[in-house]
Every structure is written in C-alpha cells, then in structure tokens.
C-alpha cells in the first residue's frame, strides 16, 4: 500500500523519525537506525573542541538518512535562529528541527520564543519542524506562521511517560493541514502506535530507542508499531460498546 | 589580540582569518559552521573574514543528538 509521508514536498515511506542522542556508541545507533527503517535522523549542532569528531554525519550519510538538525539546547529565539542557520552552512539543509526549551528540569518548550523563533525561521526560507507542547492553539498559530509540520510532546522528553494527553493531541491532528509529529516521550512500542491511531502522521522519538536494553530490537518494534497505529488508524476502528456482542451466531 | 574561540580566551596575531581559527581548533573538513559576533560566515567568506580584536568566534558541527 503506497502511503507516503510528505512533509514540504518531499515523500518518505517510513513514518519513524529518530534522533540519535544517548546511544552507546555508533556501532549499536547503526543497528537501530537500519532496524528501525529510520529516512530522517536528527542531529545536534556543538562547539567542536567539546564534542569532537563523532562520525554520525558519516553514519548518516552511508545509510542514505537524511539528516535533520536541530536546535537542542537553545532557551531564546535569537539563539534558536542562529543555531539554525549554523546548521544550514554546515549541513547544507534548510529543514530544522526547532526546539526552545524553558528549563533544564522539564525541558518543556517556552511558547513565547518558539512562536517567535519559528516565525523568524520561516521568513528565512528554513523548513521549520517545532517541538511544541501539546497545546492545540499553540499547534494551530506554528502551522498558520508557515511551518512544515507541528511536533507535540506526548510527555516531556526523555521521561519515556507516553502520551499523557491523548485528547490533545487527537484535538491537534483534527484541525491540522501539515503533518503533525508526536515527539518526545515515547516509551515503547504501544506509545507509538497510540499515536499513529490518534492521527498523527509520524512519530520522532530517540532515547526509547537508544536507551532500550536491546536498541536494535527496539528499533524494530518501533518500525512496527508505527506501521501497525497507522494501519488501523486508516482502517478505522471499531466504536467502543459498553455491552458484550457476540461474533458467533447463534446456536 | 585576543578572541574567543568556542568560549576560551585566545592570544591571536593581527590579521588572524577565520579560516585559520576553524584549523586551529581541529576542525573537520566537511560539517562545520562558524559564527563571528553571533552572525554566521559563509565558508567562501572563511579567507577573507579577519578576527577583530575581542571577537567571538564559534566553530560548531554536528554531534549525536535529539
């Protein structure tokens, strides 16, 4: 069943974006990558005498990923813009992941900066993917500003709590025209899969992945459970009955 | 004259270009982006871009991350 993935024109067959962050080593984010069948991979912009030469771009590059830069780590706008037009000389990519987050606690973003970076980005000619809340108003003002898609949280990054608002993000996939992402939060397998069925297009996760005990396993069953949420979200469920129905005839 | 380079105080000859800061801090050949007073410097420009005196410069490239 042909059922690309289009975000600003450009088609993906896999619906798994993955980050690359907290894997152990290359060796074991390669098997994860491959297994999770991954065609866009983000990627964090550092200062080069602190991280060195990782070799991830490389990686990405020899399994055919797409790589998309974000702009982790920035509390402001202006920092955001600039980390994301270092990335565009760097990388040679106007996509960008756009991340503003308040504090180191929650890493929840800051609604105010994001709008405002994103609003910056787009006038810029970036294609802007923002990690937002799982705000619906917030979700409707990124995308009427230009952006390509609007990534919610389903709980704050890393914490692996799944998706903690499950209507609101069903109220953000109702009303959007671009593709929305559920990112950050996921758990395992039935989180993703949960929000393939509550509409939305993708799902971008990494530390679910990259922390699991068995990474490359997990990557599978992430390629799965998205594919399976999406199946059945097209596939339309059944409505909930309160009552028993028998699927025998009668004797 | 001094700079800073990705947040360390450096002693730098007059004239220092930013493409030599970018190979004195063992940058990569590909993957790399510098910024001069929180402005971005196109690679073709590396040459030609002298450090000013108390100039901030940031050379970043892409790590695992998100």
């Known amino acids: 069943m042909d059922d690309p993935l289009i975000i600003a024109g450009r088609e993906f067959r896999s619906r798994l974006i993955t980050g690359t962050g907290g894997a152990a080593n290359l060796s074991v984010l390669e098997r994860a990558l491959v297994a999770s069948g991954t065609e866009l991979t983000t990627v964090a912009m550092r200062r080069v005498d602190s991280a060195g030469q990782t070799g991830v ?5 020899r399994l055919g990923i797409e790589v ?68 619906p108003v ?36 109702s009303r959007a025209s671009v593709p929305v992402v559920l990112d950050a939060g996921i758990g395992t397998a039935s989180d993703a899969a949960l929000a393939m069925e509550l509409g939305c297009s993708a799902v971008l996760l990494a530390t679910a992945v990259t922390r699991a005990q068995d990474p490359e396993r997990m990557g599978a069953a992430m390629r799965c459970a998205v594919e399976g949420g999406r199946l059945a979200r097209l596939a339309g469920r059944i409505p909930q009955r309160f009552w028993a129905q028998a699927s025998s005839p009668k004797v | ?58 050379v970043l490239t892409a790590v695992q991350g998100g």
Request: proline residues 6%; negative net charge.
């Open chain 1, 68 to 135: 998309l830069p974000n702009t982790a780590g920035c509390r402001t706008s202006a920092e955001a813009v600039l980390t994301a037009q270092l990335a565009r000389e760097a990388l040679e990519t106007n996509w960008v992941k756009l991340e503003v987050v308040h504090d180191e606690e929650t890493l929840l973003p800051d609604p105010v900066e994001l709008l405002d970076a994103a609003e910056r980005l787009v006038n810029d000619g970036f294609v802007v993917l923002p990690y937002t809340n799982d705000d």
């Open chain 2, 1 to 58: 004259m001094k700079a800073q380079v990705n947040g360390t105080a450096r002693d730098l000859a007059d004239g220092t270009s930013v493409a030599a800061v970018v190979s004195l801090v063992g940058a990569p050949a590909s993957g790399v982006a510098v910024a001069l007073d929180g402005a971005v410097v196109p690679r073709a420009l590396w040459d030609k871009t002298i450090v000013p005196d108390g100039g901030v410069v940031e």
């Open chain 1, 57 to 61: 771009l490389e990686l990405l590059r």
């Open chain 1, 138 to 173: 917030l979700a409707l003002k990124l995308q009427d500003i230009g952006c390509a898609t609007v990534m919610p949280l389903g709980s704050p990054i890393g914490t692996g709590l799944g998706i903690r608002n499950p209507h609101n993000i069903e109220l953000i996939t």
